[in-house]
């Protein structure tokens, strides 16, 4: 059977979900052959084998951590030279956008980014992707090359499917440009304990209304009781309430939880950019008028103050 | 020895408008008032605050897009950049990542560059690759999605806010950086700035004089092909209810019949 092969996120050995996701989606096209690189990049072996790769290639230099992108670039061509699949899958992140990128021009092949399904067509794999702020739904091929396609997080099941997860060492040799972008340094983001914010299943959101750094307790509040991620609006990054890495919309993380929750967030363009593809949308906001409306499922149009401790205490009460 | 920047901008159509796409499926630019990417204002002003560091240095703003795309030039121009290339052929259209980009890279050469920076995504195509594909294409390092960056003795260094980590970046020149909207707030362009970007110079290039051919740009040359664009049905509309004292109970009630709690 045709191959398709998978590049692997994960953090020292731990595959993170959406990886898992694209296995489901790569099992549509074809056997998924799955590439991780870096340290641990063997441990991820096991969970791979469960989700459905038939081999796991791996590699580990410390060029993958040293320099930007480029080696990992490298990698992933010479995996696509040794296995010639029908399909590139790469998880959207932005790290996982530019590799995809660079690997297309390589092997002279489109790209599709984004796509938030994928299925297997008679031209090859058509992908579903969100444009204008997910306002219009298209469906695309690629006519040419490899079909390279970046995928959203939450876009598929994680299903289990256990192969043989064979354990390959691929052989990279590194280009001229390799080394091209040095990481002086690296500074791990402090960990809230909270879901990642692109893979959870509910995100509790704060904008403007929120008023106040110290005001996001009553967001965390609400996030923690529900086991969500906590969001925010750019107004309230901009502000210093909220570290940017949880800013949720275009120049934000873009989100598809089965729940929404945005607390005194009016619904501009560009946050809607970010959260339009929610399964439910609920808002609570002391203006009627305010655009979030249209958007939402179910909506409270009262002050966040009053609305989110109650529900909170509801939320732990029946939780009992 | 003057530093050479150019600044690659994208006239969009403007997001609040009622964007949509046309009968060949390519984004209709006619209906909806377009500007220049605001993602790319960004990027525009990063290369104003370097020139200012740079004893000497000349910023191209480079576009590739139809006869309005002059907007978004004059646009950067009245911010303070030099001068002006717009790559404009009517066999362009419908031209996907890798035809812009191949443009893109072919422009750049020839205008001659020591730095080429790029906004971290448009805001139409929201693709965020085109920086990264245009480093591949100029064999150039990419120090991409900065939020702040200093050019420096020959090198650029930035730093990186990622998903896990932020990182600290440095290559040396040539090289292609795409900057965030974490780098700083871009600037108005002052009434003398749009009185004196009337004045400077626009070059127009056609396919010819970067030495494409038609077949590989627009619709014939990409390697992508959208088959169908239908616009989401509005959401039916939802439950609103007026928060009467009773209001996180009553959405708490919403929450546990939709099994989330
Ligand atoms: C290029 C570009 C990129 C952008 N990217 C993003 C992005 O990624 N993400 C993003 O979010 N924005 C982004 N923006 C900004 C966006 O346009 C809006 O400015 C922003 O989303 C507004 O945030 P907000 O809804 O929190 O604030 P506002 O629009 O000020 O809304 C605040 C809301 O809170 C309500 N409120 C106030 N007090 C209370 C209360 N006590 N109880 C209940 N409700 C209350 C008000 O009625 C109002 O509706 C971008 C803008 C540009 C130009
Ligand atoms: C809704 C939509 C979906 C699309 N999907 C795909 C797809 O899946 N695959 C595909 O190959 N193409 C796709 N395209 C086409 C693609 O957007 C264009 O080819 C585009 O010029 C490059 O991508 P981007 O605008 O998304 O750029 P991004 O990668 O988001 O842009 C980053 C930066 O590149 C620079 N830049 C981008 N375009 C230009 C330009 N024309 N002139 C000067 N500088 C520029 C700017 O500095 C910009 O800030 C899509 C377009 C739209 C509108």
Known sequence: MAEVLVYVDHVDGAVRKPTLELLTLARRLGDPVALALGAGAENTAGVLAEHGAVKVLTSDAPEYADFLVVPKVDALQAAHELVSPVAVLVPSSAEGKEIAARLAVRIESGIITDAVDLEAGTEGPVATQAAFAASFTTKSRITKGTPVITVKPNSAPVEAAPAAGAVEALAVSFSDTATGTKVLSRTPRESTGRPELTEAAIVVSGGRGVNGAENFAIIEALADSLGAAVGASRAAVDAGWYPHSNQVGQTGKSVSPQLYIANGISGAIQHRAGMQTSKTIVAVNKDAEAPIFDLVDYGIVGDLFQVVPQLTDEVNTRKG | ?261
């Not at chain 2, 530093?3 to 997001?15: F, G, H, M, S």
């Not at chain 2, 370097?50 to 004059?74: F, H, M, P, S």
């Open chain 2, 1 to 261: 020895m003057s530093l050479r920047i150019v600044v690659c901008v994208k006239y969009v159509p403007d997001a609040t408008g009622d964007r949509h796409f046309a009968d060949d499926l390519t984004v209709d630019r006619d209906d909806v008032d377009g500007l220049l990417s605001e993602l790319d204002e960004y990027a525009v002003e990063q290369a104003l605050q370097i020139a200012d560091e740079a004893d000497d240095a000349e910023i191209t703003v480079l576009t590739v897009g139809g006869e309005d795309a002059k907007d978004a030039l004059r646009k950067a121009l009245s911010m303070g950049a030099d001068k002006a290339v717009h790559v404009e052929d009517d066999d362009l259209h419908g031209s996907d990542v890798m035809a812009t980009s191949l443009v893109l890279a072919k422009a750049v050469e020839k205008t001659g560059y020591d730095l080429v920076i790029c906004g971290m995504a448009s805001t139409d195509g929201t693709m965020a690759v085109l920086p990264a594909i245009l480093a591949e294409r100029l064999n150039i390092p990419q120090v991409t999605l900065l939020s702040e960056v200093k050019v420096e003795d020959g090198t650029v260094t930035g730093r990186r806010d990622g998903d896990s980590a932020s990182e600290q970046l440095q290559a040396s020149l040539p090289a292609l950086v795409s900057v965030t909207d974490q780098s700083g707030e871009a600037r108005y362009p002052s009434f003398k700035g749009i009185m004196a970007a009337k004045k400077k110079p626009v070059e127009s290039l056609d396919l010819e004089d970067l030495e494409l051919e038609a077949g590989e740009v627009g619709l014939a040359g990409s390697w992508t092909q959208v088959d169908s664009a239908t616009q989401r049905p509005a959401r039916t509309a939802g439950t609103i209810v007026k928060d009467e004292g009773e209001g996180g109970k009553q959405l708490a009630e919403y929450l546990a019949s939709q099994k989330f709690i």
